[in-house]
């Protein structure tokens, strides 16, 4: 058996047609059904249904045998006792900077509110710039306005949540895309049938790209 861990929302949905063509579908909507394993089409493949952030724990604990989440929550968990054998392409966006539109051109020192903690202060430390940096779990648009931070750290796609609060892109960290992760362990004992998943998925990648 076979168990990969994703994340409800947009991962999900991108995922479904890739794993379709891998012949896995789920026989239940994590939508509708409040289940939180899904059998699908292929007996020996199985998907737990969880949060994005958890994706990389489950993985490296042998809990899930593989899963897809995004290239930001890899490097946030650390990567260690993963491996990311493919990037998916998908759920694409930018880990970009962010400041008021008036906001003064970044000095020696700044202070950054974000989610992403590692990814902002690995950027900060490459530029030579002292950065403190406030960890917030969400809302971090707000920071700029009420004075808690000078710049966010955060993903966009559209860049209409930042307009909408009076915010605006400033510098790209980095792009990001959902990867699919595979526990250590489980590369080795169940080689087989998740070496012939990869090529699968690989295969399907590289149709779209074609
Ligand atoms: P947008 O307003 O289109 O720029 O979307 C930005 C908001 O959507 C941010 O709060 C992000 O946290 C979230 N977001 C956009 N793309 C993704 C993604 N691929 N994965 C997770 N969150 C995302």
Redesign the pocket.
């Known amino acids: 058996m076979l168990t990969i861990a994703v994340s409800k929302g ?2 999900y949905e991108d995922a479904l047609p890739l794993l379709a063509q891998a012949g896995i579908s789920p026989t239940d909507n994590p939508d509708t059904s409040r289940k939180l394993i899904l059998q699908t089409t292929r007996p020996d493949v199985q998907l737990v249904i969880i949060r ?1 952030t958890d994706v990389p724990t489950f993985v490296e604990y042998g809990a899930a045998d593989l899963g897809i989440t ?1 290239k ?1 929550v890899i490097i946030e968990h650390g990567a260690e006792g993963l491996y990311e054998p493919l990037d998916l392409g998908i ?3 930018r880990m970009m900077t962010a400041a008021r539109v008036d906001a003064p051109p970044i000095g020696r020192r700044v202070r950054v509110a974000t989610k992403y903690v590692t990814i902002a202060r690995n950027y900060f430390a490459s530029l030579g710039i002292q950065a403190e940096i406030i960890k917030l779990y969400g809302s971090m648009e707000l920071a700029p306005i009420v004075g808690l931070a000078d710049y966010i750290v ?9 307009r909408a609060n009076g915010l605006e892109p400033k510098e790209l960290i980095m792009p ?1 895309s ?1 990867r699919l992760i595979v526990n250590k362990a489980a590369m080795k004992m169940k080689h087989q049938a998740i070496q012939s998943l990869i090529n699968q998925l690989e295969l399907t990648l590289n149709n779209q790209a074609a």
């Open positions: 947009r991962i994005a995004g930001d759920a694409k966006c955060d993903l966009v796609d559209t860049g209409n949540t930042l990001i959902s």
